[in-house]
């Protein structure tokens, strides 16, 4: 059965990898026959071309260091401050009556149209980029929190208090458990947001970065730099993305079965 598995896997990769080459090198053949211009489509030879001038150079290490800063310093932070309160609100179900309209409507604001102010208050640098990716990341992980503790089974709480369990023993043996899963698929959403969320505030007002570097290309019409820095940050999210999956399934074997057992 595993080597069935690791065989299909295998085929599946093969397939993308071929489908990935014949999809550039048809690219490839269409701007370098004449029928389409590098300066309007790129070109994937020049896309090479420039990301290892970047790397050479340094420029492109530069520039994805500052975003990588500005996305995992607001993806931490966001997603600490957001669990802390949705996992909070568990105590006060007034409070979080009180709060959640407000941060549902903020979830529903365009991330985008945040950029600017924040750019006025926190300067052109690094300071801008994180708060918006905190604050993005923010409201996700304290809506999925406070979710995540609202759908605790009661059976568990009323055998805690049962057992003569106090509230404090029922939130760290039940509720914070039971609330795993959605803390951790908010930390998947999470990762992609603080990009997003570096990216668009660099593409605003910035001195360096990703998103300054792609703007830079764009205005000087180089499509092939321009598409270099997508496939970048493409790569990037691709990365993030499929190491938090790990770190996932790495805890899920610590987490386990909620309902297997209560210690107080």
Known sequence: MAYSRLRESAGVLATQ???AAAFFGLWEMVVAGGWAGEAK????????????AGLVDGTLLHHLGVTLFEELAGFALGTLLGTAI????????????????????FNSLPKIALAPP???????????KVVLALSICLVVAWLS?????????RDLLDMVRAVGGSRWQAFRSVVVPSTMPWILSALRINIGFALIGAIVGEYVASHAGLGYLAVQAAIRFRMSQLWMVIIVITALAALQYALLVWIERRCFRWIGSIGEGVRL
């Not at 924040?118 to 801008?128: A, K």
């Not at 929190?145 to 089974?153: I, K, L, M």
């Open 145 to 153: 929190a406070f979710t995540g503790a609202r759908q605790v089974d």
């Open 86 to 105: 949705g996992l909070g609100l568990w105590w006060s179900p007034f409070l979080s009556r009180v709060l959640e309209p407000f941060a549902v409507i």
């Open 41 to 52: 489509f790129g070109q994937p030879s020049r896309i090479a071309a420039y990301f290892w």
């Open 118 to 128: 924040f750019i006025v208050w926190f300067g052109i640098y690094q300071t801008s």
């Open 17 to 19: 990898l071929v489908g």
